[in-house]
């Protein structure tokens, strides 16, 4: 079946950095985009940005520019978001989130139709 | 802060219908299609509910619709049971940009 596995939960102090992975199952990688949404404690979902994987290019929202970075492996059908600098704010969990999308004719739809289930990210000295 | 506004709570009884809405700029809610909402139940993963703004992806419930007047999105959840106590996002993308945005999420308590 179609799914998304993340990688495990992570303790880094502020100022390291920190890679999160996703590897898709259950269908062609290339075939949807992947995004990234943040959940801080407590706090509501925040859209980070999306990857097309089939050309690797990001697509960032405005408050995940400079230390945050969207990649691909396709070889082995994972994405990849990595922070730097990391604050104590940055503790949060991560899902990355497949993007549907269907074009037929004039019409067209898309919505994230698969999530991950997170992982958990803990910045404290 | 969120393009997309949504009320903080909602409540109600079991077997009672509420409504949740999500209003945005022109640009947004009102003018694209790929509004969906997301149901976030407690130490869980979001789960798509409604995509296109009135469309049910296989397996969710019937209990949940979805429609839109204007730059206003509304999901209905009629029958409401216990288990539908959860966080609700309505999301959308805006083609200007490229991005995706959500709202700032409304949390239903069953009463």
């Known amino acids: ?125 | 802060q969120s393009a997309l506004t949504q009320p903080a709570s909602v409540s109600g009884s079991p077997g009672q219908s509420i409504t949740i809405s999500c209003t945005g700029p022109n640009s947004d809610v009102g003018g694209y299609k790929f509004l969906s909402w997301h149901q976030q139940q407690p130490g869980k993963a979001p789960k798509v509910i409604i995509y296109d703004v009135s469309n049910r992806p296989s397996g969710v419930s019937n209990r949940f619709s979805g429609s839109r007047s204007g730059n206003t999105a509304s999901l209905t959840i009629s029958g409401l049971q216990a288990e539908d106590e959860a966080d609700y996002y309505c999301s959308s993308y805006t083609s200007t940009s490229s991005t995706w945005v959500f709202g700032g999420g409304t949390k239903l308590t069953v009463l």
């Open chain 1, 1 to 125: 079946q179609v799914q998304l596995v993340q990688s495990g939960s992570e303790l880094k102090t502020p100022g390291a950095s920190v890679k999160v992975s996703c590897k898709a199952s259950g269908y062609s990688f290339t075939t949807y985009a992947m995004n990234w949404v943040r959940q801080a404690p407590g706090q509501g979902l925040e859209w980070m940005g999306w990857i097309n994987t089939k050309t690797g290019k990001p697509t960032y929202a405005q408050d995940f520019t400079g230390r945050f970075v969207l990649s691909l492996d396709s070889s082995v059908s994972t994405a990849y978001l990595q922070i730097s600098s990391l604050k104590a704010e940055d503790t949060a969990v991560y899902y990355c989130a497949r993007t549907f999308f269907q074009a037929s004719g004039s019409s067209s739809t898309s919505y994230m139709d698969v999530w991950g289930k997170g992982a958990t990210v803990t910045v404290s000295s």
